[in-house]
């Protein structure tokens, strides 16, 4: 396996403080932002009748709306995209469990906002209920208030600097004299800016990611079946006749079971067993949502429907809890920011086209297992996608780890060589500077005896 992502930062995030009343602002933006629309499902069937539309034409609304949430449209974008980012920045080593928590307000929403949708529908209608509930999302913005910035302190800029010392001497012009700068030096210097703020908010780079474009690549293909199944439990309950209200508590036993499934995902993930290998564990989680919903068609009665919300729930609450935590896995959480925000744009292609699919199946042969049968396939292929690709991730990465290893081996073992080669080569020059120096000395000791004998004939 490989070492974990790069996630180094420029500060210490707490793992705690002030980061557990983030998580409960995240917990309510993030479940209004998945919940919503997929509870408006309850309302589906009085609004195709009012307008005497197909299924195909309503899956319209539900993806519109989610794909416009992932691709950063308004609305509730605004609320997904801040609170799945700022969590990385106020967690590190409690990540999993803070991500698990705060992605559990979907199921909670999701199994507060079913029976309430259906009590306002049959008090208010369909449109005075979204009246009600748009009052009710206004909440957010109390949530949005707990977000405080965290990171290291940003001194002043160079530009800033200059700016701010041209400001200086023109109100004392007795402390010196400014250059002027070339205006095609500041044109430069604005392109420039303009560059590295673009690539700071998206950076393009993660494409030659292999792990990202592995995660991207997967991610698109489970959107084409991802929502679909929530999108038309309820309708697909009312066609086998039953009553509404029974049909809008199968999206709260969804949401029960999912609501407990995505802490304790992330507890699991957490574990120092499952952590290294996450990546696998998100592949597993995608393909069991698969074969929940290959095994659907199979319930045709209430009790069946249950058992399959209760499977559903487990499943969705395993893949939503580890959605973005693998992708931080995989860039590291300073490339994080700029990862949510490229995937989220791919995504919302196939999120927009999976219900209104699904829509079509349902209109063509008027029989909803078919919608069910793909949306499964779908899945089970794009996790058995990731878990092959993720392997082949591992392995190369780890090959490259061990060649790397092996040249800083022989680099070390070449220089301990170059030492002991130097070693020897300054042992041999001090040998022969000795020897130079000791030869003059025999010369000078004969000349001396000569010398001497010279002066005795004498």
Same mark, same amino acid.
């Given at each position: 396996?490989?070492?974990?992502?790069?996630?180094?930062?420029?500060?210490?995030?707490?793992?705690?403080?002030?980061?557990?009343?983030?998580?409960?602002?995240?917990?309510?933006?993030?479940?209004?932002?998945?919940?919503?629309?997929?509870?408006?499902?309850?309302?589906?069937?009085?609004?195709?009748?009012?307008?005497?539309?197909?299924?195909?034409?309503?899956?319209?609304?539900?993806?519109?709306?989610?794909?416009?949430?992932?691709?950063?449209?308004?609305?509730?974008?605004?609320?997904?995209?801040?609170?799945?980012?700022?969590?990385?920045?106020?967690?590190?080593?409690?990540?999993? %469990?803070? =991500?698990? /928590?705060?992605?559990? +307000?979907?199921?909670?929403?999701?199994?507060? #906002? !079913? &029976?309430?949708?259906?009590? *306002?529908?049959?008090?208010?209608?369909?449109?005075?209920?979204?009246?009600?509930?748009?009052?009710?999302?206004?909440?957010?913005?109390?949530?949005?208030?707990?977000?405080?910035?965290?990171?290291?302190?940003?001194?002043?800029?160079?530009?800033?600097?200059?700016?701010?010392?041209?400001?200086?001497?023109?109100?004392?012009?007795?402390?010196?004299?400014?250059?002027?700068?070339?205006?095609?030096?500041?044109?430069?210097?604005?392109?420039?800016?303009?560059?590295?703020?673009?690539?700071?908010?998206?950076?393009?780079?993660?494409?030659?990611?292999?792990?990202?474009?592995?995660?991207? %690549?997967? =991610?698109? /293909?489970?959107?084409? +079946?991802?929502?679909?199944?929530?999108?038309? #439990? !309820? &309708?697909?309950?009312?066609? *086998?006749?039953?009553?509404?209200?029974?049909?809008?508590?199968?999206?709260?036993?969804?949401?029960?079971?999912?609501?407990?499934?995505?802490?304790?995902?992330?507890?699991?993930?957490?574990?120092?067993?499952?952590?290294?290998?996450?990546?696998?564990?998100?592949?597993?989680?995608?393909?069991?949502?698969?074969?929940?919903?290959?095994?659907?068609?199979?319930?045709?009665?209430?009790?069946?429907?249950?058992?399959?919300?209760?499977?559903?729930?487990?499943?969705?609450?395993?893949?939503?809890?580890?959605?973005?935590?693998?992708?931080?896995?995989?860039?590291?959480?300073?490339?994080?920011?700029?990862?949510?925000?490229?995937?989220?744009?791919?995504?919302?292609?196939?999120?927009? #086209?999976? &219900?209104?699919?699904?829509?079509?199946?349902?209109?063509?042969?008027?029989?909803?297992?078919?919608?069910?049968?793909?949306?499964?396939?779908?899945?089970?292929?794009?996790?058995?996608?990731?878990?092959?690709?993720?392997?082949?991730?591992?392995?190369?990465?780890?090959?490259?780890?061990?060649?790397?290893?092996?040249?800083?081996?022989?680099?070390?073992?070449?220089?301990?060589?170059?030492?002991?080669?130097?070693?020897?080569?300054?042992?041999?020059?001090?040998?022969?500077?000795?020897?130079?120096?000791?030869?003059?000395?025999?010369?000078?000791?004969?000349?001396?005896?000569?010398?001497?004998?010279?002066?005795?004939?004498?």
């Amino acid at each position: 396996m490989p070492p974990p992502a790069d996630t180094s930062l420029a500060y210490t995030p707490p793992d705690g403080g002030w980061g557990w009343a983030v998580v409960f602002g995240a917990f309510i933006s993030i479940g209004f932002s998945y919940a919503f629309p997929k509870s408006i499902a309850i309302f589906f069937k009085e609004i195709q009748d009012f307008f005497d539309i197909t299924y195909s034409e309503i899956a319209w609304v539900s993806s519109i709306m989610l794909a416009a949430t992932y691709g950063g449209g308004l609305g509730l974008a605004l609320n997904l995209q801040p609170s799945v980012i700022i969590i990385g920045k106020y967690f590190l080593k409690r990540r999993p %469990i803070a =991500n698990g /928590l705060a992605m559990a +307000g979907s199921p909670v929403m999701l199994c507060t #906002l !079913a &029976p309430l949708n259906q009590l *306002l529908f049959d008090n208010f209608g369909w449109r005075g209920s979204f009246f009600i509930l748009g009052a009710i999302l206004l909440n957010c913005c109390v949530a949005g208030a707990l977000f405080r910035p965290i990171g290291p302190t940003a001194g002043p800029s160079e530009k800033q600097k200059v700016k701010q010392a041209k400001e200086t001497l023109s109100e004392n012009p007795d402390i010196g004299t400014v250059e002027k700068a070339d205006p095609g030096d500041e044109e430069e210097e604005d392109d420039k800016d303009c560059c590295e703020n673009f690539n700071k908010f998206l950076d393009l780079s993660l494409f030659k990611h292999r792990g990202f474009l592995i995660y991207l %690549i997967g =991610n698109v /293909l489970m959107f084409l +079946g991802f929502f679909a199944p929530i999108v038309f #439990l !309820a &309708p697909y309950a009312k066609h *086998l006749g039953i009553d509404e209200y029974s049909a809008a508590f199968l999206l709260s036993i969804l949401a029960i079971v999912d609501m407990i499934a995505r802490p304790a995902t992330g507890i699991i993930a957490n574990s120092k067993w499952v952590r290294p290998k996450i990546q696998y564990f998100f592949s597993f989680s995608i393909a069991f949502n698969g074969v929940c919903h290959l095994l659907c068609p199979l319930a045709t009665s209430y009790t069946g429907l249950v058992v399959y919300s209760v499977f559903f729930g487990l499943a969705f609450g395993m893949v939503c809890a580890m959605l973005f935590e693998t992708l931080m896995d995989l860039v590291g959480a300073t490339r994080f920011t700029s990862a949510v925000g490229l995937v989220t744009i791919m995504e919302c292609c196939t999120i927009l #086209l999976g &219900p209104p699919i699904g829509g079509t199946l349902i209109d063509k042969f008027g029989d909803y297992k078919y919608m069910f049968i793909k949306c499964g396939g779908v899945m089970v292929l794009a996790g058995t996608f990731l878990f092959i690709m993720n392997y082949y991730n591992y392995r190369m990465i780890s090959k490259k780890e061990k060649a790397r290893k092996k040249h800083e081996v022989g680099n070390k073992d070449a220089g301990h060589i170059r030492t002991e080669t130097e070693k020897g080569n300054i042992t041999n020059m001090e040998n022969m500077q000795d020897g130079h120096e000791a030869a003059p000395l025999r010369s000078e000791e004969g000349e001396l005896k000569n010398e001497a004998n010279s002066t005795a004939e004498a």
